[in-house]
């Protein structure tokens, strides 16, 4: 009797442990789900940084996640405080930026003054400001009914590449003033280091150069949508709006291809941003781009 007890509890217990591994199981499961899915939404939130191709609105909850001191103004002005944002606006006069310029815009839409929101946009356009604050500007310009001039249209101010890298999406983008931007669906990025960097630099301005044969002959796209895997898809980023074409990669990896130098320069830009990955401790997971 003492036996067939014993064997019992001992049954028991082995159910019990096994029903924990179970549990344990399906929660890192869960969590590795979890993980996957932030990651993904993060890449998709450094894509619209990337692009810079997007409403007023849009950019505003863009902006609204940076820690500045002009996030309370955005704040109100996305809660459709106006007053509040124009208020805070007018105490911040030493703060003025860019953003403080697309809050303005923001306010000066909602009052039905578009050439006041145009104003406002049009002051992001300094010679010294960055590409991607230009290309964000001509996006809310063009929303707003002001249309580049024929010798602006065309201006090459960036390019953004995708591509499959291993198992994951990859977004690489270079700038026509030599900044670059690098992160894929797994949630790795490299951002912010071109200073330190000036061979990266030089490769971004590369991919730059290589595409400019290309910006007008490449239709006008009206949204950027994920490539297919195995597909490479190139964006050209313009005041006049976003030109995007998508090859196969197994064709633009040709040497023949009329794409392939821009692919080239691409995978040179890359292998910087391996080089700057690796210093700052960094490794990009499945790394086997298609050469």
């Not at 030089?202 to 595409?211: E, I, P, R, T, Y």
């Amino acid at each position: 009797m003492t036996e067939n007890y014993i064997t019992i509890i001992g049954i028991l217990i082995i159910l019990a442990i096994g029903a924990l591994f179970v549990r344990l199981y399906f929660r890192m499961k869960t969590l590795r789900a979890q993980d996957k899915q932030n990651r993904f939404a993060m890449f998709l939130v450094l894509r619209e940084y990337a692009y810079c191709d997007t409403s007023l609105e849009k950019m505003l909850k863009i902006m609204g996640n940076l820690d500045s001191p002009m996030k309370p103004a955005i704040e109100a002005a996305l809660a459709g405080d106006f007053a509040k944002a124009q208020s805070i606006l007018d105490a911040a006069e030493g703060e003025i930026n860019v953003l403080s310029y697309l809050v303005q815009a923001r306010i000066r839409q909602a009052a039905g003054d578009i050439e006041g929101a145009i104003k406002a946009a049009l002051n992001i356009l300094q010679p010294d400001e960055e590409c991607r604050s230009k290309m964000a500007a001509w996006c809310i310009l063009r929303e707003l009914g002001h249309i580049p001039s024929e010798q602006e249209a065309n201006k090459l101010l960036g390019v953004v590449c995708e591509f499959t890298l291993g198992k994951m999406i990859a977004l690489l983008a270079g700038y026509a003033d030599g900044d670059a931007r690098l992160a894929t669906s797994k949630g790795f990025a490299v951002v912010g280091v071109m200073q330190q960097h000036p061979s990266l630099c030089d490769a971004a301005m590369g991919l730059v150069n290589s595409a400019k044969p290309f910006v007008e002959s490449l239709p006008i796209a009206d949204s950027h949508p994920l490539p297919e895997p195995g597909r490479f898809r190139m964006s050209l980023l313009t005041p006049a709006g976003l030109r995007a074409i998508e090859v196969a990669e197994a064709e633009v990896v040709r040497p023949e291809h009329e794409y392939n130098q821009v692919w080239k320069s691409m995978q040179s830009l890359l292998t910087n941003f391996r080089i700057v990955g690796e210093s700052m401790g960094k490794t990009i997971d499945d790394q086997s781009p298609t050469s």
